[in-house]
């Protein structure tokens, strides 16, 4: 069993400002925030089925991003 899948799913351990959500997370981060690991949150990102931002070499996925992704799949599972 992948060890990333076993852990429970939330967000990720930062504190951001008081007053300031998480905006962008890892890719690693984003998988587990879908249950997914992270080579398929990788493969979402080729297909485009979710953005990535590119500060430097490190790579991140906007949060509204993810939540995007979760709605348009629950409207493609209830057609």
Known sequence: MNPDLAEPISWPDIDPPPGHPVVLVTVKEAGRML?????TAYEL??????????????????????LDLVEALRSRNAR
């Open 35 to 39: 249950g997914v690991g992270r080579t």
């Open 45 to 66: 990102i080729a297909n485009g089925e979710l953005e990535v931002v590119h500060i430097g070499r490190c790579a991140r996925v906007p949060v509204s991003s993810i």
